[in-house]
C-alpha cells in the first residue's frame, strides 16, 4: 500500500458510510456489469475518478455487528469479543445477550479524538446504544429501542432535531424490511433517509467538528428487501418488473444528497466512503439445524419433531445428552459444540474436542449444493480467524456456499434447501468485500486502485490524516 509522511498535518475527515455497499455497483460501470451504476452516479463517480479506492474485506463474520466496531476500533472480532448481533452469554443453552454499545470495550476513532480534544459528530454509526458522552454530538443507530428516549449526545439535541424535522419523527430504521408490501418499504426507507440527511446538513452547518461520521443503513433495506426485482442473475428475477428501478434509483438519490454534502465542505476535508461489507443474490437457504438433525449430531426429544410449519429452533426441546452439535440461522451460520466440562451436558469429551470439530468441519465443507454439485462452503475456527477469542465464540463459523446461502436455523421445511428466509421475504445476502473510497480535494490520485485494504485499516487511516499517533493495539494498516 501507499504509505503518508510519517509527519501529517492534521485535517478534518467526513466518513460516508453506506451499509452493505458492494463494489460492482459503485466501481463498474453498467457496461461493465450487469449491476454497475457508477455512470449514473457522478458525484461518487468524481470522487473515485480523483482519489484512490478498492475494495475493501470484511471482518469475518461480515455483518453489521461486528463489522463497523471493528473496522472503527482496529480490532477483530475474536477481540471485540462479541461474533453477531445475538452472543452466548455463557456455556449454557439459552441464555444470550445482543451487542449493544455495553458490549464494546475497545476505544472507537471517536474515543481516542475525545482525548485528544478533537471534535466528533456521529450520525448512524451501528451500536451507539446505550448513549455514551463523547467531546461533540451523537445520533445513535438502528439498535435504538425508541426515539422517545434519549437518542442523541448531549440529550438536548433531540430537541433540535425535532426542530429540524418540523415534529416529524426520526426514523433510526424501517420498523419491517422484511415484507412483502414492497411500496411501502420503498416509502419508508425513502423518508427515513430524507429525515437523516436533513439532520446531517444540519449538524455540518450548526455543529463544530473535526470528524464526522454518518452511516446510512437505508442501502442495507433495500437490498434485502428489493434485490431480485433489480438483478437479472436473481434466481426469481422476472424481467420488466415495476420494481426494476427501485435500487438504482436510491443510489442515484444517495448520490445527489452527496453531492450537496461535498459542496458544504472546505478544501482543509478528506473524505471517505466506505461499507461494512457487500452484497449478492441470494440463491436460497439451507436447513442447518435439520441437516445436523438428520447427521444424527442434533437430537430431539421424541415427541418434539415438527411435523408442519416452521419452528424456531428456540422452540423445540433438545435432547443434549445425545446432541452433539447446533446451530444458528442468519446471513452465516455459528455452529456450537456440545463439550463435557464445558456445557451443562457436554457429549463430546474435552481430549476428543478438536477431533471432532476438525471432522464437523469437513462434513460441512463437504455439503453439496441442490444439484449434486459442490456448494463452496468455507466453516472458520475462530482461533484461526482473530488475535485472541475472548467471551463465547462459535465453534465454527459457516459461509453457505460462500455466502451465496443463507443459514435457516428452524425446522419444518419439507427439504434441506430453500429459496426463502425463515424469518421473512429477503433477496439477498452479504459478500466478504465492501468498498473504500479516499478523496484529498487538495491531490487528485487519478482514480488509483489499491488492493488488499481490510476493514480494520480505516481507523488507522482517520488517526493520521487527523495528525494523531496510530495507537500501537490497532490490528489495521494506514492507507494511502
Request: glycine share 8%; aromatic share 10%.
Amino acid at each position: 500500500m501507499l504509505k503518508l509522511f510519517s509527519r501529517q498535518k492534521s485535517r478534518k475527515v467526513l466518513v460516508v458510510g453506506l451499509d452493505c455497499a458492494p463494489p460492482p455497483v459503485l466501481f463498474q460501470t453498467g457496461a461493465e456489469s450487469r449491476i454497475g451504476l457508477k455512470d449514473q452516479l457522478p458525484n461518487l463517480s468524481r470522487l473515485i475518478d480523483e482519489g484512490l479506492y478498492g475494495p475493501l474485506s470484511s471482518s469475518i463474520p461480515c455483518i453489521t455487528v461486528p463489522a463497523w466496531t471493528s473496522m472503527l476500533s482496529s480490532k477483530d472480532p475474536g477481540v471485540l469479543g462479541f461474533y453477531g448481533f445475538r452472543n452466548r452469554a455463557d456455556h449454557s443453552y439459552d441464555r444470550m445477550t445482543i451487542a449493544t454499545a455495553d458490549a464494546i470495550h475497545e476505544k472507537r476513532v471517536w474515543d481516542i479524538l475525545s482525548a485528544a480534544d478533537k471534535t466528533s459528530v456521529v450520525v448512524g454509526v451501528p451500536q451507539t446504544y446505550p448513549i455514551r458522552p463523547l467531546r461533540g454530538n451523537l445520533v445513535s443507530s438502528f439498535l435504538t429501542p425508541s426515539t422517545q428516549r434519549q437518542y442523541t449526545f448531549p440529550n438536548e439535541l433531540r430537541h433540535e432535531i425535532d426542530q429540524v424535522l418540523a415534529g416529524r419523527i426520526y426514523d433510526v430504521d424501517v420498523p419491517q424490511f422484511r415484507t412483502e408490501d414492497k411500496d411501502h418499504l420503498l416509502r419508508q426507507i425513502q423518508e427515513m433517509t430524507e429525515k437523516r440527511f436533513a439532520v446531517i446538513k444540519y449538524l455540518l452547518r450548526e455543529k463544530p467538528w473535526d470528524f464526522f461520521m454518518f452511516v446510512e443503513i437505508g442501502l442495507d433495506r433495500i437490498h434485502h428487501g428489493m434485490w431480485k426485482f433489480w438483478d437479472p442473475a436473481h434466481a426469481r428475477h422476472e424481467p420488466g418488473n415495476r420494481y426494476q428501478d427501485a435500487i438504482p434509483a436510491y443510489y442515484r438519490y444517495l448520490d445527489r444528497e452527496l453531492g450537496e454534502i461535498l459542496g458544504m465542505l472546505d478544501d482543509d476535508t478528506v473524505v471517505m466512503v466506505v461499507s461494512d461489507h457487500g452484497a449478492q443474490a441470494m440463491e436460497g437457504g439451507f436447513a442447518v439445524n435439520e441437516w445436523l438433525r438428520q447427521e444424527g449430531l442434533l437430537v430431539l426429544k421424541e415427541d418434539e419433531m415438527p411435523h408442519e410449519g416452521l419452528v424456531p429452533f428456540e422452540k423445540v426441546e433438545v435432547d443434549w445428552e445425545r446432541t452433539t452439535a447446533w446451530g444458528a440461522g442468519g446471513y452465516y451460520s455459528r455452529i456450537f459444540m456440545n463439550v463435557q466440562g464445558r456445557e451443562p451436558q457436554g457429549k463430546i469429551p474435552a481430549a476428543r474436542y478438536e477431533q471432532a470439530r476438525d471432522e464437523l468441519k469437513e462434513r460441512i465443507e463437504a455439503i453439496p449444493d441442490p444439484a449434486g454439485e459442490p456448494m463452496g462452503s468455507v466453516a472458520f475456527k475462530p482461533q484461526e480467524l482473530y488475535r485472541e477469542v475472548r467471551n463465547v465464540a462459535p465453534d465454527l463459523l459457516v459461509y453457505f456456499g460462500n455466502l451465496r446461502w443463507r443459514a435457516v436455523g428452524s425446522f419444518g421445511l419439507p427439504q434441506l434447501y430453500t429459496t426463502e428466509n425463515d424469518t421473512g421475504p429477503d433477496d439477498a445476502n452479504h459478500d466478504q468485500d465492501g468498498v473504500l473510497i479516499l478523496w484529498d480535494p487538495r491531490r487528485n490520485y487519478g482514480g488509483r486502485t489499491v488492493a488488499g485494504m481490510q476493514l480494520m485499516d480505516v481507523a488507522p487511516t482517520v488517526l493520521q490524516w487527523m495528525g494523531l499517533r496510530v495507537p500501537p493495539d490497532m490490528q489495521g494498516q494506514v492507507i494511502a
